[in-house]
Nanobody, 117 residues
Framework: QVRMLESGGGSVQAGGSLRLSCVASGYDFMGYGMAWARQAPGKGPQWVSGISRDGKHVYYTSAVKGRFTMTRDNTKNTVYLQMNDLRIDDTALYYC??????????WGQGTQVTVSS
């Protein structure tokens, strides 16, 4: 059974930083790329970032490029999302997903990020 446990969200002021973590289990973590996605209130899910199996290739949506950094630690079955210079429109529920099932498949509860002015 796949499990994703996201953490690290919170409330911050614009310009602040947060570091999200996601611990994955129940499948071959090292066999698949991973992604972070988010869903803002009243909107559909949005892909944010993706990382290859070995962590060498990382991709970002243009809205977060230069501000967010995604990494992974295959020894801990964990992916991270370092978020700097947060903006109000980064406010959303963030969740991690694997490439096996697709980025739109949300297995965990997600972690809420709220950015205020």
């Amino acid at each position: 059974q796949v499990r994703m446990l996201e953490s690290g969200g919170g409330s911050v002021q614009a310009g602040g930083s947060l570091r999200l973590s996601c611990v994955a289990s129940g499948y071959d973590f090292m066999g698949y790329g991973m992604a972070w996605a988010r869903q803002a209130p009243g909107k559909g899910p949005q892909w944010v970032s993706g990382i290859s199996r070995d962590g060498k290739h990382v991709y970002y949506t243009s809205a977060v490029k230069g501000r967010f950094t995604m990494t992974r630690d295959n020894t801990k079955n964990t992916v991270y999302l370092q978020m700097n210079d947060l903006r109000i429109d980064d406010t959303a529920l963030y969740y991690c997903a694997n490439d096996r099932d697709g980025w739109e498949k949300r297995w965990g509860q997600g972690t809420q990020v709220t950015v205020s002015s």
